[in-house]
């Protein structure tokens, strides 16, 4: 009997194990194919995840604010502010544009509110009773059967604004639903209006519709591959003033690609897919350029040139100089390809012969929001020229230098955060808006900046700069001028067999501990009679305290 259950027992143990083995095979090759459609790796994804959420976990307890890091970059190291405007961190906010000493941010749903830039961890926001007229809650009221997500992406793409002695002309890009017709359009809309009846007066609604596509578009899903109905994820809608009498728009192309439908990017007679230049004066408006799939990125720089960026399928995005009359060849040509399949049913699939080539595309993607181009920039002067580009998927800001018609280098910084707008201040500083709605602030790391700065982690990370010249705190760097320092707090001096000490400090019988670190930067000389240091020491206790909390963080 006994050997009876013991063999059912062994008998249940391995049918269980093989049930666990074909579920997980199972659950293998659904995240494969998660992973083939969508290039989403999700181990990365969690290990970033993981990284960053350790990384303020370490930063809170060592009594670092949580809404200021240093981001080392190529020419700089940039001081990062992250300030929250919304409590409920939801991710709608489409646009904001300068207005005095601060910024008008819009929501996707068409709400306004006003902000000021500081260091502070939370701002305070004036919210605006004037409003977006997008029509987003009928849209929402006659298709709530429709997927959640066409219900997401409806509403305002964009806000554009312009200060004159008359008072703000304000633009703003929206999608707009037609209950009549049950279709939907691209609209941008002006309203004229005095600063203090925007920011203290009741609401507006006297907002003109000076532009609207064509044609007006029923939601139809067989027109999206992805699963969903992401028909408005595909707008485009951004704005740019040409001159004084101009504004050029971005038009996406909603998904109307010829796969499963019209290939509207392609037909002239159609906005869809294209760049539109609209007169202000006389409300004429006419197709710039067509052949795009989601220009998100919009600018055009004091000499006229204007640059674009553009979301590819899969993989595939664009950095694009828009000309007059030029065709960028989407949906016939890309260097992307289609979620499901290896290659786009497009005989000329991977080049662009006969139409305009991108000044540079990225595999994989980066999923490229709007850009500026420092001109003149007070703030980075060594980034001057350079355009600035924020991303989505990608969450960090792209450096892409570009020189005799050509990308000449790219750098990515990492912000964390989905970058939606960006813009350069009066004072020189970057500000950045995220989805939703933290204001970021970029400014070179300076040693003049370190009565600003409280927290010791982050003011010796300021202080590192003169160190670093020599010294390494990066994981598997070899060693410079002088060893790595990484770990070095508590750990024995001279610990490195691979680097060449002075008989000074190889002679020293003794651990890094912090008070020995404080005596050492404060008299090298002193400490170790002999030693190869350069520089005869820091005075000021409170920065030698700084250095070691850096030096203890790594």
Not at 219 to 229: A, I, P, V
Not at 506 to 530: C, H, K, M, V, Y
Request: glycine share 10%.
């Amino acid at each position: 009997m006994v050997a009876t259950v013991s063999n059912l027992t062994r008998a249940l143990i391995i049918i269980a194990a093989l049930l666990a083995l074909a579920v997980s095979g199972v659950a293998l090759f659904a995240a494969g194919g998660v992973v083939a459609k969508y290039g989403w790796h999700p181990y990365s994804s969690v290990y970033k995840f993981a990284d960053k959420q350790l990384r303020a976990a370490k930063a809170k307890l060592q009594g670092a604010p949580s809404n200021e890091s240093i981001a080392r970059t190529h020419l700089y190291r940039v001081r990062i502010s992250t300030s929250r405007t919304s409590l409920d961190k939801a991710g709608d906010k489409a646009a904001f544009t300068q207005l005095g000493s601060g910024y008008l941010v819009v929501e996707r749903g068409g709400g306004l509110f006003f902000v000021e830039p500081s260091l502070e961890p939370i701002l305070e926001r004036q919210e605006i009773a004037t409003r977006v007229p997008t029509n987003k809650v009928r849209f929402s009221a006659d298709n709530s059967d429709r997927d959640p997500s066409a219900l997401t992406q409806f509403g305002v793409k964009d806000l554009l604004l312009r200060e004159g002695s008359d008072g703000l002309e304000l633009y703003a890009t929206h999608n707009f639903w037609d209950p009549e017709r049950r279709c939907a359009t691209l609209r941008v809309s002006n309203l004229s209006i005095g600063k203090e009846d925007l920011l203290e007066g009741p609401a507006a609604t006297d907002w003109t519709t000076i532009f609207e596509t064509e044609p007006c578009l029923e939601l139809d899903e067989k027109h999206d591959r992805l699963g969903g109905d992401f028909t408005f994820l595909q707008s485009g809608g951004r704005l740019a003033f040409m001159g004084n009498e101009s504004l050029l728009l971005t038009v996406g192309d909603h998904f109307h690609d010829g796969l499963a439908g019209p290939d509207l990017p392609q037909d002239p007679e159609s906005h869809i897919g294209k760049t539109v230049l609209i007169d202000l004066d006389s409300g004429d408006s006419r197709v710039y350029s067509s052949g795009h799939r989601n220009p998100q990125g919009l600018y055009v720089d004091a000499e006229g040139t204007v640059w674009s960026t553009e979301h590819g399928p899969r993989h595939g995005d664009e950095l694009n100089v828009i000309v007059d009359g030029a065709n960028y060849g989407w949906p016939k040509v890309s260097y992307g390809t289609q979620y499901p399949n290896v290659t786009w049913p497009a005989p000329d699939w991977g080049n662009h012969d006969a139409f305009t080539l991108p000044l540079y595309a990225w595999v994989p993607s980066i999923a490229p929001c709007n850009l500026i181009r420092l001109e003149g920039s007070s703030g980075f002067p060594l980034w001057n020229g350079d355009l600035l580009i924020g991303t989505l998927g990608g969450r960090a800001l792209f450096r892409v230098r570009v020189r005799d018609k050509r990308v000449v280098l790219t750098e990515r910084i990492e912000i964390g955060d989905r970058i939606r707008d960006l813009d350069q201040a009066k004072d020189g500083s970057l500000v950045l808006l995220t989805d939703n709605g933290d204001i970021i602030t970029l400014r070179p790391a300076k040693s003049a900046d370190l009565d600003s700065v409280d927290d010791p982690v982050l003011r010796g990370q300021i202080l590192w700069d003169q160190c670093a010249q020599c010294h390494s705190l990066s994981l598997g760097d070899l060693h410079g001028q002088g060893p790595n320092l990484r770990g070095i707090v508590g750990s024995p001096a001279a610990r490195h067999s691979d680097f060449n000490y002075s008989t000074a400090l190889e002679s020293l019988d003794i651990r890094w501990t912090e008070e020995n670190l404080d005596a050492f930067l404060r008299a090298p000389q002193e400490f170790a009679t002999g030693n190869q240091m350069a520089f005869v020491g820091i005075e000021n206790p409170v920065d030698r305290a700084a250095i070691i909390a850096y030096l203890g963080s790594q």
